[in-house]
């Protein structure tokens, strides 16, 4: 199983990559924790001290928005995720 994670842009600096390919991953939580694993200086940028998503983060599973409970959908082979940041103006 394959599930594709696109790192936005302005986490790249953390990343150096563009996406990241996870495995053996049945939540969205899950996935993330594994990008975490290799890139863990995106966890502070990702989540608070409770550990739940910032206000300004969003998830969405194969182009749709996962809130709410993004944490907890369910993934497939050949899902991707997508991390954006919500910016107010």
């Not at 990702?46 to 206000?55: E, F, I, V």
């Not at 969405?60 to 959908?73: C, I, K, S, T």
Request: glycine share 4%.
């Amino acid at each position: 199983m394959s599930i594709r994670i696109h790192i936005p842009i302005f986490y790249r600096s953390e990343s150096d990559e563009e996406e990241l390919l996870v495995d053996d991953c049945h939540t969205v939580a899950e996935c993330l924790g594994v990008l975490l694993i290799h890139y863990p200086e995106l966890e502070k940028m990702l989540y608070d001290r409770r550990q739940r998503l910032r206000s300004w983060v969003g998830i969405y599973l194969n182009g749709v928005d996962a809130f709410p409970r993004e944490l907890e959908r369910p993934v497939r082979d050949g899902d991707e995720i997508r991390i954006f940041l919500y910016l107010s103006v």
